[in-house]
């Protein structure tokens, strides 16, 4: 059974920072691609980043060079460090791992 466990959501103001963490478990997690979405309220879900198994990364272009995906194989963890913060970057953000495996979320809200 494949869980993903998300954390380090929280209350922000504009330009600061936090970093989300997802821990997977029940999958072959060094062979994975993982993902980071977002919904804000009202909105369809969105792709925020993902990063392969070598290791190669990807980004929206609305975060790009604030945001970054890592990976740890050796805690079965996918990391999002965001920075410089916005109100629009306020949503719950998913961990997802193909097919069809989501976490519970966590809420990220920016506020001034």
């Known amino acids: 059974q494949v869980q993903l466990v998300e954390s380090g959501g929280g209350l922000v103001q504009p330009v600061g920072s936090l970093r989300l963490s997802c821990e997977a478990s029940?999958?072959?997690?060094?062979?994975?691609?993982m993902v980071w979405y977002r919904q804000a309220p009202g909105k369809e879900r969105d792709l925020v980043a993902y990063?392969?198994?070598?290791?190669?990364?990807n980004y929206a272009s609305s975060v790009k060079g604030r945001f970054t995906i890592s990976r740890d194989n050796s805690k079965n963890a996918v990391y999002l460090q965001m920075n410089s913060l916005k109100p629009e970057d306020t949503a719950v953000y998913y961990c997802?791992?193909?097919?069809?495996?989501w976490g519970q979320g966590t809420q990220v809200t920016v506020y001034s």
């Open positions: 990063i392969i198994s070598i290791g190669d990364t």
């Open positions: 997802y791992v193909h097919p069809l495996n």
């Open positions: 029940g999958i072959d997690f060094s062979r994975c691609a």
